[in-house]
Nanobody, 123 residues
């Protein structure tokens, strides 16, 4: 079992930045690929970014490429999502995800989910 707890959400103006954090506990952090998803009001949950177990491979949705960066710090059992140049359409609940089967699964059908953190981009 893996427990995931997100933090760092909030309200920001367009063009601003936020950094989301996801603290993982329960199993060996380095055994899991990690990812971020989001669900905007009235829409399906969508993949945002993923990182493999070693941190050497990342994947991004086209809508966030060049603006968002996923990273992980093993000593803190934490994965981050740095979000820059935020747009109103980035407004959503952001969810952390984990999967021991690797990045291909964490970006599609991950085993574990966090509870989510709200991000609102508005002027």
């Amino acid at each position: 079992q893996v427990q995931l707890v997100e933090s760092g959400g909030g309200s920001v103006q367009p063009g601003g930045s936020l950094r989301l954090s996801c603290a993982a506990s329960g199993r060996t952090f380095s055994s899991y690929a990690m990812g971020w998803f989001r669900r905007a009001p009235g829409q399906e949950r969508e993949f945002v970014a993923g990182i493999n177990e070693s941190g050497g491979s990342t994947s991004y949705a086209d809508s966030v490429k060049g603006r968002f960066t996923i990273s992980r710090i093993y000593a803190k059992n934490t994965v981050y999502l740095q979000m820059n140049s935020l747009k109103p359409e980035d407004t959503a609940v952001y969810y952390c995800a984990a999967d021991y089967r690797g990045i291909a699964y964490v970006r599609s059908v991950p085993n574990y989910w966090g509870q989510g953190t709200q991000v609102t981009v508005s002027s």
